[in-house]
């Protein structure tokens, strides 16, 4: 298995600037949640699906976030408009189902907003 | 206060020594406990996973839940350089979906 394809890796924007950032599980998970590290945050869960649908998006910081799952294969993580206070690495982890807690993480994307 | 407590570091060690990690944490409703490792301009990957108390052994790791104490730890036998990494505790309710993270230690192990 290929494991959590993200993309872009890097991304470098403008204040202003909408964002999207991709996400494809691990074929067979049925949840998928979206991190943001930071230096001084640490890893934050953003938002999380089961099934496609969105569970809980607690953690998204504001409006300015949404988040979005077609299908079981893919997912997106838009901002708009982009701020510098985004910067951060953003990570995409799945998980197969009940009875297991183990996420498997993407490689991130790395999002500077300049 | 964080719900997940974790010492940045950085922790340096020479290749071959003993690393001991730890985190504490304050929710007595965590159940799951897990160590995960990441290098530089990584995701991060699992490491260890516990259920509850006890420990568990996969050959150089070693992780250690005392929930009376609201303790984890992480044990790195004959540590190599490759070790080197940010290594991050993780815990999660029974029933739960969300992983609540400690900040990440970073390990250096210099030859």
């Known amino acids: 298995d290929a494991g959590v394809i993200q993309s872009p890796r890097h991304e470098v924007t403008e204040m202003g600037q909408e964002v999207t950032l991709r996400c494809k599980p691990i074929?067979?998970?049925?949840?998928l949640f979206w991190y943001r590290q930071t230096m001084m945050r640490g890893l934050e869960l953003l938002i999380y699906f089961n099934n496609n649908v969105p569970i809980d998006d607690s953690g998204m910081p504001e409006d300015r976030f949404s988040a979005k799952m077609p299908n079981a294969s893919f997912s997106t993580l838009k901002i708009q408009p982009s701020e510098p206070r985004d910067s951060a690495v953003y990570f995409c982890?799945?998980?197969?189902?009940?009875?297991?807690?183990?996420?498997?993480f993407g490689a991130g994307t790395r999002l500077s907003v300049l | 206060q964080k719900e997940v407590e974790q010492d940045p570091g950085p922790l340096s060690v020479p290749e071959g020594a003993i690393v001991s990690l730890n985190c504490t944490y304050s929710n007595s409703a965590f159940q799951y406990f897990m160590w995960y490792r990441q290098y530089s301009r990584k995701g991060p990957e699992l490491l260890m996973y516990t259920y509850s108390s006890g420990n568990k052994e996969d050959g150089r790791f070693t992780a250690q839940v005392d929930k009376s104490s609201k303790y984890i730890s992480l044990f790195i036998r004959d540590s190599q350089p490759s070790d080197s990494a940010t290594y991050l505790c993780a815990c999660q309710r029974a029933a739960g979906n969300k992983l609540t993270f400690g900040g990440g230690t970073r390990v250096l192990v210099k030859p």
């Open positions: 074929s067979g998970h049925d949840y």
């Open positions: 982890a799945s998980r197969l189902g009940q009875g297991t807690y183990i996420q498997y």
